[in-house]
């Protein structure tokens, strides 16, 4: 099906000129969009809305509680800073989304489009329904014909109207000389409706007006039920992206997009944040964390002539970066080659209802053109035998199947958004139900990236409170985790003075007349140690190390126990150091371990378990992991991945907790099922079905009860996948 | 029979007024948010100054 593109905008298309005008004009006519992934309720609505009109300048404000978001007319003045920590004060999240990557899911045509031809078929339906009923129940001669004819004069135009989608589809099919499962359903359609013209102008006694409705309504049903399904994954992804909002500040203080960005531009990064290219460090001294680049989860020092990539998040002091690479050019997108070569092998995966309809489509029409030729050869009318064949044709058609996947995937896929998993690929479910093998990601995936302090009891009591008192001045991870570890343990910070911290280095002060610092081991003259640590010398005292060990990520224990528990064979692999690797996996209870991996070996690793055999889900969320994620069977990453490892993931965990992650495994298995039991369903009413209207006795009543019946049960089976756990 | 007649365009007429409201549901918008919808009928705030 493909959608004609209509530009709002005539002359943008003849002049780009005006496009850019038109362009301007919309970006002054301020208009933000918030998420708020925080609403669940009527007083949140008001709440909002209250305190959004509240601020000055903004003329609406209205909230979308199933989409979560807030839309904001505001005048240009109007920052949406302070919109933000307006609510934020209020006990609302909120951020910023960028309007222009979400505006195409507001005016969803193409969903509205179907819902409209549904409501015709609909109609249509029930009408001619009641109709048939005077027929079925034996009205006959003249009244008959006029039933039949108001029949075809509702039918008829409602056909054309509404099922143009499965026209078009089978359209295209034919033309690319392939069958698909719109043809032998177009097929049914147009046979239907015309075999039933030409028996109500002949006055003959069945006419099919009601089958040919019911099956477009049902079909459209199923259509509209997989519509929705994706475009709610698709606006929520669409959301994820919008989160990231692509700006850069330059040296001289002006924001710009990353777009506009040459290459030898000076770019300033603020500790804290991301880098936002490739470049070389011209000023400053600071740590980066590349742990979602490589998996270390050590900080490694930066200093003028540094190389950083895009994607490390700097963490002390503040650098300036000239750019050598930004964009689509940087490392974020190096991988690209990689995950594309991947990406075809899996694209070749072929869908249960793909499988069915692969089989189905020829099936059928050979069925129906072997009842038209038997009956040919038995009686020689012709008339007769063309009514038969369509008789097959509606009973075989794929009603119940064109719902059968639908409706379980709506049901499944709703279940896992409310556990917070958004499925992104339209296979993705039926290719967990398959997996025998979990490959985990250390750093960032079952670990949160966030330092933990693991040896303060060893910890002599007068270090404790100089160490406190240095970390309580610093924005670092490490000091920030001893501090609130000190914190925790009741320790008062001695008095210092002459606090310093040193980008790059550490923090050092003084306690009366000793000198004292905290940091890196080169820098206090220490033995580094091989985990994660830092080291506090008291004036000429040997240096103390504080160990660090990864926090976990909450549900990480859960999701792994859960899934031994169903007997998949879990692996991690990281690309940080050995024991901090044994560590984890030792706390997790993961036996299968590899560390130091490079993002080659990850893939080459999944692919080797794939070779033997094996249906591999990876869980990772750095591009070290790109690579592995799409030669994966399925792939999950969290929403803190970079963008790049969300778009080659199959579904995304939307929170912090990998707790879902079991629960999807059974829903997918439960999902596949469902599938099964519906297709088996529908076989079953056609196994019963097909030799009666191959003997000629099936009649329109007939085939409108075998329609619905087996729709509403296979819409009920669906259905059970809900309640059940 | 012939009070089939009028019976069958009356009842045609009433399905396509239902048809006719359920265009009018969609175009003005009334499935974009139906959970806020729902929720916004229970809000026990009362607006004393509604656009028209």
């Known amino acids: 099906m ?45 709440g909002v ?13 209205r909230v979308n509680l199933t989409l979560k978001r807030a839309q904001v007319e505001a005048d240009e003045d109007v920052s949406v800073d302070d919109l933000i920590s307006a609510l934020t004060r209020v006990g609302y999240e909120a951020y910023e989304l960028d309007a222009g990557a979400i505006s195409a899911t507001e005016t969803d045509r193409k969903g509205r489009a179907i819902l409209t031809r549904i409501a015709v078929s609909g109609f249509a339906m029930m009408n001619v329904m009641l109709l048939s009923i005077a027929v079925w129940s034996g009205a006959s001669d003249v009244t008959r014909d006029m039933f039949h004819w108001i029949s075809a004069a509702i039918a008829l135009p409602a056909i054309a109207y509404a ?73 929520a992804a669409e959301e994820l992206a919008a989160l990231e909002v692509p700006r850069v500040t330059l040296t001289d203080g002006t924001v710009i997009s990353i777009k506009d960005l040459a290459k030898g531009a000076l770019v300033r990064v603020v500790p804290g944040a991301r880098v936002p290219v490739d470049g070389i460090v011209v000023e400053g001294a600071s740590e980066l964390d590349r742990s979602l680049l490589t998996g270390e989860s050590l900080p490694v020092e930066a200093g003028v002539d540094t190389i950083v990539s895009a994607g ?108 917070g998993m958004l499925i992104k690929s339209a296979t993705a479910l039926e290719r967990l139900a398959e997996v025998d093998t979990v490959v985990f990601d250390k750093t960032g995936t079952l670990t949160e990236g966030k330092p933990e302090l693991s040896n303060l009891k060893d910890i002599p009591p007068h270090a404790r409170s100089v160490a406190m008192a240095l970390a309580s001045g610093s924005a670092h991870p490490l000091s920030a985790a001893l501090y609130e570890a000190a914190l925790a343990a009741d320790i008062t910070p001695s008095a210092l003075t002459d606090i310093v911290e040193v980008p790059g280095q550490g923090i050092m002060g003084r306690l009366g007349d000793v000198n004292v610092k905290l940091g890196r081991a080169a820098w206090v ?86 070779r033997s ?113 | 029979m012939n009070v089939l007649v009028y019976l069958i365009p009356i009842s045609i007429f009433l399905g396509g007024l239902g048809l006719a409201g359920f265009f009018w549901s969609i175009r003005s918008r009334q499935y974009d948010d139906p959970d806020g919808d729902a929720n916004r009928i229970l809000t026990g705030e009362y607006d004393d100054h509604p656009k028209e």
């Open chain 1, 525 to 610: 003259d220490a033995h580094a140690l091989s985990q994660t640590a830092t080291y506090l010398k008291l004036g000429k005292e040997a240096p103390i190390a504080f160990t660090f060990v990864d926090h976990l990520r909450e549900g990480a224990m859960e999701a792994v126990a859960a899934l031994k528990a169903q007997g998949k064979d879990v692996v991690l692999l990281s690309g940080d150091a050995p024991a901090a690797v044994a560590d984890i996996a030792a706390r997790i209870g993961i036996e299968a371990w590899d560390a130091e991996c490079l993002p080659a070996a990850k893939a080459l690793r999944v692919a080797e378990l794939t």
């Open chain 1, 312 to 419: 490390e998040v700097n963490l002390t002091g503040p650098l300036v970066v000239k750019v050598t690479a930004a964009g689509e050019d940087s490392s974020l997108h190096r991988m690209a080659d990689l995950v594309a070569m991947a990406e075809t092998s899996r694209n070749k995966y072929t869908s249960l209802a793909d499988r069915a309809a692969q089989v189905y489509a020829p099936a059928v029409h050979l069925l129906s053109l072997a009842a038209f030729i038997g009956w040919m050869m038995a009686t020689g009318d012709i008339r007769h035998s063309l009514n038969i064949a369509v008789a097959v044709l509606i009973i075989t058609c794929p009603c119940a199947l064109g719902l059968a996947v639908p409706a379980v995937t709506t049901a499944a896929s709703g279940r896992l958004f409310r556990a």
């Open chain 1, 49 to 61: 809305e209250r305190e959004l009109i509240k601020q000055p300048g903004v003329r609406a404000a």
């Open chain 1, 163 to 235: 099922a143009q989608p499965f026209f078009g589809s089978a359209w295209t099919a034919l033309r690319a000389r392939r069958l698909n499962m719109d043809v032998p359903i177009s097929l049914a359609i147009l046979l239907a409706g015309g075999m039933s013209l030409f028996e109500t102008m002949e006055s003959g006694r069945h006419a099919y007006f009601d089958a040919a409705l019911s099956l477009t309504f049902f079909l459209l049903a199923g259509r509209y039920l997989d519509y929705r399904t994706r475009s709610v994954a698709r606006s």
């Open chain 1, 2 to 46: 493909s959608e004609v593109q209509i530009s709002a905008c005539p002359a943008c298309v003849a002049a780009p000129a005006a496009e850019e005008t038109a362009h301007a004009r919309d970006v002054r006519d301020t208009r933000f969009v918030l998420s708020l992934p925080a609403i669940y309720c009527a007083a949140c609505i008001s």
């Open chain 1, 613 to 725: 055999g094996r249906k591999v889900l990876m869980v990772g969320d750095g591009l070290n992991d790109t690579a592995a994620l799409a030669a994966a069977h399925v792939s999950i990453s969290p929403a803190s991945a970079l963008e790049a490892t969300r778009v080659v993931s199959d579904m995304v965990l939307l929170g912090k907790t990998l707790a879902p992650l079991g629960e999807a495994t059974q829903v997918a298995r439960s999902a596949t099922r469902r599938i099964r039991e519906n297709f088996a369903i529908a076989a079953g009413y056609n196994m019963i079905a097909i030799p009666i209207a191959l003997a000629g006795f099936a009649t329109p009543l007939a085939a409108a009860l075998a329609m619905s019946a087996s729709s509403i049960t296979v819409s009920l089976n669906a259905l059970r996948l809900k309640g059940k756990p």
